[in-house]
């Protein structure tokens, strides 16, 4: 008798769970899912348009990704490259003289969007324009 009644408070407990789990499991799904359809990763750099175009071409052949065409359009300057299965949009938008934004988009084979590789083009071109900066410090520290 004592085991069924510990088995029932167990499961009177648990199934008061339930519905917060179903939430956060449906929560979780979403969020993978988003993950993989957006593919878009931004990042407002300290930097003018120039020096960001050049560190993103230059974090484009680092990652292997081949140029197709660089546009501007209304301001902006948008920056085509391709894989063998992905597409990449960059868009460059001069905010101030200082400040550019960089926006990739990034488009797998189908209707999924890669947003791992957006995000990874994002940094190394925060990388590339990083490293003039680190040397000077790193030069200026052994003097």
């Known amino acids: 008798m004592r085991r069924t009644l510990l088995v ?7 199934s008061a769970c339930e519905p917060v789990a179903i939430a956060l499991l449906g929560a979780g799904a979403s969020t993978a899912f988003r993950y993989n359809i957006d593919g878009v990763a931004s990042r407002t750099f300290t930097a003018t348009a120039a020096e960001v175009k050049s560190a993103s071409l230059g974090a484009l052949e680092r990652m292997g990704l081949a140029l197709d065409s660089t546009t501007p359009i209304e301001g902006n300057e948008i920056i ?46 925060g990388k590339i324009l990083d490293a003039p900066t680190a040397a000077a410090g790193a030069s200026l520290s052994s003097n």
């Open 8 to 14: 029932l408070g167990a499961c009177s407990l648990l």
């Open 80 to 125: 085509i490259a391709r894989a063998p299965n992905r597409e990449i949009e960059i868009e460059l938008e001069a905010i101030t003289k200082l400040a550019t934004r960089l926006r990739v988009t990034a488009r797998g084979g189908s209707i999924f969007y890669d947003n791992a590789t957006a995000v990874e083009l994002v940094q190394q071109t």
